[in-house]
Structures are given as C-alpha cells and as structure tokens.
C-alpha cells in the first residue's frame, strides 16, 4: 500500500472525528470495536490477508486512539479498545487475528500510559465467545473442516454456561466510561464468562 493510501484512510479518521464533534460537540467517550478474523492455518494465509487483518485490527485502531486522544486531550475522557480472548490465547485456525489482537493490547496499555499526562483513560475490553456474525462464521468453517468445536463445545467451556451476548460487551463499555470507574485506566476487563485462557 502506498503512502498515500496510508494517509487517506487517516485523515479519513480525523475527518469523522471534526464531523463528530461539529455536529454533536466535544468528544468524551469513544469505543473501537472493529475487527476482521479470515480464517486460515498459518502456513495458508497470504500477504493481502495479513495486510486486511492488521490494517483494520491494528492500523485502523490506531488510527482511532491517536485522534480521540487528540480530541480529548485538553478536557480528558476515555478510550475504550475492544480486543479479544485471542490476545492472551492462541486459536487454531486464527494465528493473524490472535497476533494483531495482542498488538491491540499493549497498543491500548501503551497509549494509557502516555494519555494519562492529559487526563484521559484508555482501556481494553476483551471479549470470550461472542454471538455474532463472526463467531457464526467460525462456527461454520470449523463444521465444513468436521472439528469438534461446536457452539455446544464452546458453551461448555465458559464457566457460566453460554456463549455471551453483545449486550454484555456494551455494558462492560458503558461501566469503563461512567464515572464509577474513574481510577481505571491500562487494564484490561475479560468479558468471557470464564473462557479459559
């Protein structure tokens, strides 16, 4: 990719951003929550689906935790990034989303620690199985495969029982942004019901 192309998708950033705050005024909370998982054993993946799966789950992240810090930064506020189980333990199938998924971690522990200066708390929120499309595609690639891994499998592997809901990540979000969590700022909050790892 083209340093050129580098620099539109940021300025595409920034520009949503300056949208944001014309149009609804200053930003205090912001929440990351993108992420692509093509499926693959390591030795299959090609370099476009490395550059796909960093580009959205590292650069673009990136991207979104410089420029709110930037909006943030003379009144404070908080960053929520939503990573994933995967960043402290390896799936089968998806080496590249658990790999850009611990770059996602420390990415949001080291911003914390210079944000902090500003008044502005960055967080991690790392989500277990959880249902959506994605999960569901997983789902079905490991069944055409003929794996073991079932939603069943995963249930069972939680310590409550089930696989969780977005409901349950968004909640997690809204706590690390209310003020009742206003001493929390380079951690990271599992929101996996107990999925090993």
Not at 14 to 22: N, P
Not at 116 to 131: N, T, W
Not at 166 to 184: G, H, M, Q, R, T
Request: glycine content about 10%; proline content about 4%; overall charge neutral.
């Amino acid at each position: 990719m083209s340093d050129g192309a580098r620099k539109a998708r940021e300025a595409d950033v920034s520009r949503a951003i300056q949208q944001t705050h014309s149009e609804l005024g200053a930003i205090t909370f912001a929440a990351n929550c993108a992420g692509v998982d093509p499926i693959s054993d390591l030795i299959d993946y090609t370099e476009a689906q490395f550059n796909a799966i960093f580009g959205v789950n590292v650069k673009g992240l990136f991207f979104c935790t410089k420029h709110q810090i930037l909006a943030m930064k003379d009144k404070g506020g908080v960053t929520v990034n939503v990573s994933s189980a995967a960043a402290r333990t390896p799936f089968a199938g998806c080496s590249l989303y658990n790999a850009s998924k611990s770059a996602a971690a420390m990415l949001t522990r080291s911003a914390a620690v210079e944000a902090g200066k500003h008044g502005i708390r960055v967080i991690e929120v790392a989500p277990g199985p959880i249902d959506t499309p994605m999960l569901k595609r997983y789902f079905e690639q490991e069944r055409a495969k003929g794996s073991q891994v079932t939603e069943k499998t995963v249930e069972g592997a939680t310590l409550l029982g089930r696989i969780g809901r977005p409901e349950d990540v968004a909640k997690a979000i809204l706590f690390l942004c209310s003020s009742e969590a206003s001493f929390v700022t380079a951690a990271t909050l599992n929101v996996d019901g107990g999925f090993p790892g």
